[in-house]
């Protein structure tokens, strides 16, 4: 293949526009004819990241080595964690467009490529249309706990968002008191909200727990499902809330639950399962910028308990901290999993 990186020898002069390979910084990125890899935590709401910039990509300088030294222990936006899963992503994309070009998917079949270089030997018409390589985009700010595919038809990019993912095991909601709920609790982060301390960050989030209470829905009022009744008890404090258990008009959007609490005065919120027996943490998805305080998803199980334990307005004192997320970008499996999605939409109507 011609390029799997922009500056590698055997490359034809020219063969990349400088607003493509941006040689002209001097830096050696990820960037090739097949993929463009880069960091977009940056990018909070679904869409391209920036591809103008020379700083969002690992440099592996004229000799073009790649090798980042990479320690769990110092989280995901270490540099050389972050450069290291940006390689791997990049590898990846390249070498899954090499097999499955192999196989049958081709420039005609309507592959990613930026330039495409086999011609009709009757018509000399180029196979396929070009300027549609694979955006690789590492550590997706628009989601956690996930990945997707974006597939527009041939001659436009197809787009790999590769998200953070929870490292539950080192997740730790700590209860001080009452004595009758304190321990350790294991919770996933929602992918909107502020974020939580990590344990690579030298401090938890405290506060205090109160069980919101909107007058309305089932289980005491705790579903957040209208403005709430004890709002001046939630002032400064961290809210618990329960999935589900809202009747239209009143959503059950994660994000509108915590939008109450938020606007009382809450700091942060956790959200328990609405199935009060499951012992996993519940996945808190959505998109909402307006949500400015931490959020969590912790199981039913124990929401539950901790709810019994907070009768009128009672508090828990607790802190909250995060363990090092996951990279997606490092999972092989779900890269594989979402380019097959970028082929198979090409091969069902997208190609030429």
Same mark, same amino acid.
């Given at each position: 293949?011609?390029?799997? %990186?922009?500056?590698?020898?055997?490359?034809?002069?020219?063969?990349?526009? $400088?607003?493509?390979?941006?040689? =002209?910084?001097?830096?050696?990125?990820?960037?090739?004819?097949?993929?463009a890899?880069?960091? $977009?935590?940056?990018?909070? +709401?679904?869409?391209?990241?920036?591809?103008?910039?020379?700083?969002?990509?690992?440099?592996?300088?004229?000799?073009l +080595?790649? $090798?980042f030294?990479?320690? %769990?222990? #110092?989280?995901?936006? $270490?540099?050389?964690?972050?450069?290291?899963?940006?390689?791997?992503?990049?590898?990846?994309?390249?070498?899954?467009?090499?097999?499955?070009?192999?196989?049958?998917?081709?420039?005609?079949?309507?592959?990613?490529?930026? #330039?495409n270089?086999?011609?009709?030997?009757?018509?000399?018409?180029?196979?396929?249309?070009d300027?549609d390589?694979v955006?690789?985009?590492? %550590?997706?700010?628009? !989601?956690?706990?996930?990945?997707?595919?974006s597939?527009?038809a041939?001659?436009?990019? !197809?787009?790999?968002?590769?998200?953070?993912?929870?490292?539950?095991?080192?997740?730790?909601l700590?209860?001080?008191?009452?004595?009758?709920?304190?321990?350790?609790?294991?919770?996933?982060?929602?992918?909107?909200g502020?974020?939580?301390?990590r344990? @690579?960050? +030298?401090?938890?989030?405290? &506060?205090?727990?109160?069980?919101?209470?909107?007058?309305?829905s089932?289980d !005491?009022?705790v579903?957040?499902?209208?403005?709430?009744?004890?709002?001046?008890?939630?002032?400064?404090?961290? /809210?618990?809330?329960?999935?589900?258990?809202?009747?239209?008009?009143?959503?059950?959007?994660?994000s *509108? #639950?915590?939008?109450?609490? %938020?606007?009382?005065?809450?700091?942060?919120?956790?959200?328990?399962?609405?199935?009060r027996? @499951?012992?996993?943490p519940?996945? /808190?998805?959505?998109? *909402?910028?307006?949500?400015?305080?931490?959020?969590? &998803?912790?199981?039913?199980?124990? !929401?539950?308990?901790?709810?019994?334990?907070?009768?009128?307005?009672?508090?828990?004192?607790?802190?909250?901290q995060?363990?090092?997320?996951?990279?997606?970008?490092?999972d092989?499996?779900?890269? =594989?999993?979402e380019?097959?999605? &970028?082929?198979?939409?090409?091969?069902?109507?997208?190609? +030429?």
């Open positions: 293949p011609v390029g799997w %990186q922009v500056e590698q020898p055997g490359v034809p002069t020219g063969f990349f526009a $400088d607003t493509y390979s941006l040689a =002209s910084s001097g830096k050696f990125l990820t960037r090739g004819n097949n993929v890899a880069y960091d $977009d935590y940056a990018t909070l +709401t679904s869409g391209n990241g920036n591809l103008s910039s020379s700083t969002n990509s690992p440099d592996g300088g004229s000799s +080595t790649f $090798d030294p990479y320690d %769990q222990s #110092k989280g995901a936006r $270490d540099a050389n964690n972050l450069a290291a899963g940006i390689t791997n992503l990049f590898y990846w994309n390249n070498m899954l467009h090499d097999v499955m070009m192999a196989h049958g998917f081709d420039e005609v079949s309507g592959n990613f490529q930026y #330039k270089l086999t011609t009709n030997p009757a018509t000399g018409a180029k196979l396929g249309r300027n390589f955006r690789a985009e590492s %550590q997706d700010g628009s !989601g956690r706990n996930n990945a997707n595919f597939t527009p041939d001659g436009t990019s !197809g787009r790999m968002q590769m998200y953070l993912f929870d490292n539950v095991a080192l997740n730790s700590t209860i001080s008191s009452p004595s009758s709920i304190a321990g350790s609790y294991k919770f996933t982060n929602a992918s909107f502020a974020s939580i301390p344990l @690579t960050q +030298t401090a938890p989030f405290t &506060g205090n727990i109160v069980v919101i209470n909107d007058g309305v089932a !005491g009022g579903h957040s499902c209208a403005a709430p009744t004890n709002a001046a008890a939630l002032v400064g404090n961290i /809210v618990l809330i329960q999935r589900g258990g809202c009747t239209a008009p009143a959503s059950n959007n994660f *509108d #639950k915590v939008k109450f609490a %938020q606007t009382a005065g809450a700091i942060a919120a956790i959200i328990f399962d609405s199935n027996t @499951t012992t996993a519940v996945p /808190v998805g959505g998109t *909402d910028a307006t949500i400015t305080i931490p959020v969590i &998803g912790i199981s039913g199980v124990d !929401g539950a308990r901790i709810q019994a334990a907070l009768a009128n307005n009672a508090l828990a004192a607790a802190s909250i995060a363990g090092p997320d996951f990279d997606g970008s490092f092989s499996g779900v890269m =594989s999993h380019f097959g999605h &970028g082929i198979s939409n090409r091969l069902t109507g997208g190609g +030429t």
